[in-house]
């Protein structure tokens, strides 16, 4: 059974680095598969923020890309992702998932993120 | 980036009527298509992948359609535990994007 569970600071100032883990089981990141992030202001739509596979292949959304970076350490199941010089319009739901071909089929809870001084 | 439109951006239903929203790509992305649904304070839900293909354990009711640019999820016979919002998703090129969203709630 695949899980996914996400973990960081609920609360982050402005200007401040953002760093979320997501830690899975069910599946290893040493073939065939990856773990992707997505978040969700308040009320608004999903954003696709970044994608790791297990070759280690990085995707990044360009708009977001210049401040984010994506790692994983296979050996304990984790994805981490940093965003830098955080700012309220970056408060939001961040969610991790697991892709498949065309989507995400297991996703984790989410982890709300506030952005204020 | 590939631009995801969906119309229409609500829609009031009742138990038992059918619902169609539409999904609309801004250049051809084949089949890679998915459809989500999400409820208040929860992750979404995969539903349709590949355009048409009923995600395991996904009740029959919902089926996706259409190809290239045009895609469309239908809900049929809509029940209780449908009144959420639903996203459609491309997956052809990066960065993945996301439509707007199409909220079904209870007329």
């Known amino acids: 059974q695949i899980t996914l569970k996400e973990s960081g600071p609920t609360l982050v100032k402005p200007t401040q680095t953002l760093t979320l883990t997501c830690t899975f089981a069910?599946?290893?990141?040493?073939?065939?598969?990856?773990v992707g992030w997505i978040r969700q202001p308040p009320g608004k739509a999903l954003e696709w923020l970044a994608l790791?596979?297990?070759?280690?292949?990085?995707r990044y959304s360009p708009s977001l890309q210049s401040r984010l970076t994506i790692t994983k350490d296979t050996s304990k199941n984790q994805v981490v992702l940093t965003m830098t010089n955080m700012n309220p319009m970056d408060t939001a739901t961040y969610y991790c998932?697991?892709?498949?071909?065309?989507?995400?089929?297991?996703w984790g809870q989410g982890t709300l993120v506030t952005v204020s001084s | 980036d590939i631009q995801m439109t969906q119309s229409p951006p609500s829609v009031s239903a009742s138990v038992g009527d059918r619902v169609t929203i539409t999904c609309r790509a801004s250049?051809?992305?084949?089949?890679?298509l998915v459809w989500y649904q999400q409820k208040p304070g929860t992750a979404p839900k995969l539903l349709i992948h590949?355009?048409?293909i009923l995600q395991s354990g996904v009740p029959s009711r919902f089926s996706g359609s259409g190809s290239g640019t045009d895609f469309t999820l239908a809900i049929t016979s809509l029940q209780p535990d449908d009144f959420a919002t639903y996203y459609c998703?491309?997956?052809?090129?990066?960065?993945?994007?996301f439509g707007p969203g199409t909220k079904v709630d209870i007329k």
């Open positions: 998703q491309q997956a052809h090129n990066f960065p993945f994007t």
């Open positions: 998932a697991h892709p498949i071909r065309t989507g995400f089929d297991y």
């Open positions: 069910g599946f290893s990141l040493t073939s065939g598969v990856g």
């Open positions: 250049q051809d992305i084949g089949g890679w």
């Open positions: 590949d355009a048409s």
């Open positions: 790791i596979y297990w070759n280690d292949d990085k």
